[in-house]
């Protein structure tokens, strides 16, 4: 028989502050098949790492080759070898959850078809997402500054300002003239240009993101005007021209700027910390949290969500949400990554991170049926960690599901201003 707390975690809508989620259109149109919604996401390095090699599991998500019984085989003996990772977990979570297979099998993916043609029709995306996974609503990283209401779900997908491209220090020029009809000639009217992408999205904006960890370090140091005025005018000459000093020059001065307006519209900053995705590229001394002190202190006035627990720097990261009052720690693909850790880091934040500063849960997948399956796992991994809190006698039931209530949605409303961003974009479909 479920426990009070068990109960407690399967019920309450889940706020999932992380995902890259494809628009409705995509998924509908131009959406994953079969093999594609249950191997295309994090799965696909586990698979290579054990063997499968990158032809094979490109073939395996290659949706344009019909036979879905040979792309499988291909890989069927590294599946075996990664079926028990937090990613393989997933996987057979959604083919258990979506499509009713125990096993994962050729047989069982060819009589799976049908389901799959059924779960592609519009609306469905919403229905897994909101019904079947019980998500309180999404909050997702498309890859572009510009955000406004979505229509297949106003209260229910909200989307970041993406900073990325400005923190590399390679801001898109074009693009962002085009957006904000500011012609960037020089460092006054890139910062016009910046102000002008704000004013027009933060309104319908959930937070900004930056993921420039994957191709900078994330150590920044305060650039004046004086000292990045001529690596951008070098960079507005030619984009290609720049040292990698240089580019950490323009990207710590854009940062910064995205920051301050951040602060300026009352929206969170979002960084990704930790590990990659994909395989075979990780430069380790990008990636830790630690890297961040200086922006930490620079900005006491922003709210920084320090995503994926910084894994595998955990121990930074508890340092900087017991340290800083302005760091939030996302536990946004953790889950998936490696569970057991990310479990035994929850441990450590209960004891020693105020409870207001914990985010639960993201994806940070493409498809509805990862995002499922993730959540699920999430919900069942978190589950195991508060019991053995209460196993243990460090916390009542009682107390750990108040925490759970916190670290589910309560965080997420508060720092986000949620409840604000569902109002005004149910608003506004109204005087559509």
Not at 88 to 99: K, S, T
Not at 273 to 285: E, I, L
Not at 383 to 399: N, S, Y
Request: charged share 25%; hydrophobic share 40%.
């Amino acid at each position: 028989m479920p426990t009070a707390l068990a109960d407690f975690i399967q019920t309450t809508p889940l706020c999932d502050s992380h995902e890259h989620l494809r628009s409705e259109k995509d998924y509908v149109e131009d959406g994953p098949d079969l093999l594609k919604h249950l191997f295309g996401n994090y799965v696909a390095a586990d698979l290579v790492v054990a063997g499968a090699g990158q032809a094979a599991v490109d073939r395996l998500l290659n949706p344009s080759d019909p036979d879905i019984r040979a792309r499988f085989t291909g890989v069927e003996r590294a599946w075996q070898s990664v079926r028990y990772t937090g990613y393989g977990e997933a996987v057979r979570i959604i083919a258990r959850e979506l499509y009713g297979l125990d096993e994962i099998t050729a047989d069982g993916l060819e009589a799976a078809l049908p389901l799959h043609a059924a779960l592609r029709q519009p609306g469905q995306r919403l229905h897994i997402l909101r019904e079947r996974a019980n998500l309180d609503h999404i909050q997702t990283d498309d890859f572009v500054r510009a955000c406004a209401v979505d229509p297949s779900g106003p209260d229910f997908f909200f989307y970041d300002i993406s900073w990325v491209s400005c923190a590399n220090g390679e801001p898109d020029i074009a693009a962002i003239t085009a957006e904000t009809g500011v012609a960037i000639r020089d460092l006054a009217t890139l910062r016009q240009a910046m102000e002008a992408v704000f004013a027009q999205n933060a309104a319908a904006a959930i937070a900004v993101k930056s993921q420039h960890a994957y191709n900078r370090t994330l150590r920044w140091q305060e650039r004046s005007d004086a000292e990045t005025a001529p690596v951008l005018a070098a960079y507005l000459r030619d984009p290609q021209s720049l040292s990698q000093e240089e580019r950490l020059c323009l990207g710590d001065w854009s940062l910064a700027r995205g920051v301050e307006l951040a602060i300026e519209y009352d929206l969170p900053f979002k960084i990704h910390t930790g590990y990659y995705a994909g395989h075979s590229r990780m430069p380790v001394d990008f990636i830790k949290p630690g890297n961040l002190c200086p922006l930490l202190a620079k900005y006491p006035e922003a709210r920084f969500v320090l995503m994926h627990i910084g894994y595998p720097y955990n121990d930074e990261m508890v340092a900087l949400a017991k340290h800083y009052p302005n760091v939030y720690v996302d536990f946004c693909w953790a889950w998936s990554i490696d569970p057991f850790s990310t479990g035994n880091f929850l441990r450590q934040c209960i004891h020693a991170v105020p409870s207001n500063k914990i985010f639960l849960f993201g994806g940070d997948t493409s498809w509805a049926g990862a995002a499922l399956a993730y959540a699920s796992q999430a919900r069942a991994w978190f589950t195991r960690t508060l019991q053995a809190e209460i196993d243990g006698r460090l916390l009542t039931e009682a107390e750990a599901i108040a925490l759970a209530g916190r670290y589910m949605r309560d965080n997420q409303y508060d720092c986000f201003r949620v409840a604000d961003k569902k109002r005004l974009a149910t608003s506004n479909q109204k005087t559509k």
